[in-house]
């Protein structure tokens, strides 16, 4: 069965702190996607990177960068330099290549972000 | 290139009464999705569309909760005999792919609020 779990519920770190989101994801397929989506105050969900079980390779965009190991069936979000823009809930989220065409969502993690 | 719409963004409304929303999708875009998000968790699937066939329900979509989208592009999500516990924001998401395989990126609307007097 599909499961993702952000362990995390609420984050706080001042600004400038480096600070990662953790991902665990239980899933049976050998093909599936995963993401991670931020939510600001403002309510939208906001698309950040898509992964597929075959690129195991880590990816930096900016402040941003996720490490992806399925050996722990993990894909950590890690935020360098917060700012306080960075204040919002993120979600990770997966999708199996032959689970349907839902995608499941983790319960989020509130990131606060302190000037 | 405008984004996913959603109309109305918060509707309140009493118990037993019926609501509709809509979903407007990125224009070239051919699967939609709904989704329900309660507060603290994320979101849940509801229903799939491709093109203007509904080709996934989840068990959460109970027979009070209907879905269309019958020219393939907006799509409208009915809840009948609202109840409180539907009190939630119903997100919307579209997606272009046209391999007819599951995992393309979704794209959410702002989604609309409901709470159930």
């Known amino acids: 069965a599909q499961k993702v779990t952000q362990a995390q519920t609420e984050i706080s770190v001042v600004e400038k702190e480096d600070v990662t989101l953790d991902c665990v994801y239980e899933?049976?397929?050998?093909?599936?996607?995963l993401f991670w989506y931020k939510q600001p105050p403002s309510g939208e969900l906001v698309f950040l990177i898509r992964r597929n079980s075959f690129d195991e390779q880590n990816e930096i965009s900016g402040r941003y960068s996720w490490n992806f190991q399925k050996s722990t069936s993990s894909f950590n979000f890690t935020i360098t330099a917060s700012q306080v823009v960075d204040s919002a809930v993120y979600f990770c989220?997966?999708?199996?290549?032959?689970?349907?065409?839902?995608?499941?969502f983790g319960a989020g993690t509130r990131l606060f972000v302190k000037a | 290139d405008t984004g996913v719409s959603q109309d109305p963004r918060h509707k309140i409304t009493k118990r037993g009464q019926n609501v509709t929303f809509r979903c407007d999708p990125i224009?070239?875009?051919?699967?939609l999705y709904w989704y329900r998000q309660t507060l603290g968790q994320g979101p849940e699937f509801l229903t799939y569309f491709q093109n203007e066939a509904q080709l996934e329900k989840s068990r959460l979509l109970s027979d009070r909760f209907s879905a269309e989208r019958p020219k393939g592009s907006f799509s409208t999500l009915e809840i009948q005999r609202t109840e409180q516990g539907d009190s939630a924001m119903y997100l919307c998401?579209?997606?272009?792919?046209?391999?007819?395989?599951?995992?393309?990126?979704?794209?959410f609307g702002p989604g609309t609020r409901l709470t159930v007097l």
């Open positions: 989220a997966l999708s199996e290549r032959n689970g349907g065409f839902k995608t499941i």
């Open positions: 224009s070239e875009h051919n699967r």
């Open positions: 998401a579209s997606s272009s792919d046209l391999s007819g395989r599951a995992g393309d990126t979704q794209y």
């Open positions: 899933t049976r397929d050998t093909t599936y996607y």
